[in-house]
């Protein structure tokens, strides 16, 4: 099984709002990752955890806060958001090292600010 | 700097076509080559990557062909259907190491006409 779920499917959020998203994999990853995706652009990477500890933010807003609760589970906090930050996140997993090289992508949550 | 130039952004071909869609890197550190797809509202899903010991591998109707000297790689999709229209994205890495940042094309929207 090579499922990464993440809920909800879609958010509509105020600028005031406070929310999150979740991101859950039983694979046995231990590296997990935060892509913020644009309409027709590639996935870009805001936040790697490898074995539940962040290991890399792409100088990513604070309004954005990234939360590693166990090894399966990814959350994402979401804070006086911009309309700009309005884009698909995506949630994917990997095994950190050797042969697990592939990242296995979430169907990801459209999130719309208004 | 983009580290991976993808071509073309997009392409229209008639089923049962070939379709082929080229990408080019600068850093010869990258060693891990996967190509993502990706349909409307869905996260990208790997269709199939390569390392740079070998200079093709296929499966199904896809193939990647590799040419490391000429750092370039494209991706052909034999008897190309119209279930196979979606974006194309072509990734890199260096694997192994600390950082596991993915370097993405931007993407290539294949049409396949019926």
């Known amino acids: 099984d090579t499922e990464v779920t993440q809920t909800p499917k879609h958010l509509v959020m105020g600028m005031t709002n406070k929310k999150s998203l979740k991101c859950e994999q039983h694979?046995?990853?231990?590296?997990m990752y935060w892509y913020k995706q644009k309409a027709k652009k590639p996935p870009e990477l805001m936040f790697v955890y490898s074995y539940e500890k962040l290991s890399i933010n792409e100088s990513v807003p604070s309004r954005f806060s990234p939360e590693c609760p166990n090894s399966s589970l990814l959350n994402l906090h979401l804070h006086a958001l911009q309309p700009e930050d309005s884009a698909l996140y995506l949630c994917?997993?990997?095994?950190?090292?050797?042969?697990?090289?592939?990242?296995?992508f979430g169907p990801g949550t459209r999130l719309l600010v208004l | 700097q983009q580290q991976v130039k993808q071509s073309p952004q997009s392409l229209i071909v008639q089923k049962g076509g070939i379709s082929i869609i080229n990408c080019a890197y600068e850093n010869t550190a990258f060693d891990y080559f996967p190509w993502y797809q990706q349909f409307p509202g869905k996260g990208p899903a790997l269709l199939i990557a390569?390392?740079?010991?070998?200079s093709e591998k296929k499966e199904g109707r896809f193939t990647i062909s590799f040419n490391k000297s000429a750092k370039q790689f494209s991706l052909h999709i034999m008897d190309s259907q119209p279930g196979d229209s979606a974006t194309y994205f072509c990734a890199a890495r260096v694997s192994g190491g600390s950082n596991y940042k993915l370097t993405f094309g931007k993407g290539t929207l294949l049409t396949v006409n019926p």
């Open positions: 994917a997993s990997s095994q950190e090292r050797g042969l697990g090289e592939t990242q296995y």
């Open positions: 694979m046995g990853h231990r590296a």
């Open positions: 390569i390392r740079p010991d070998v």
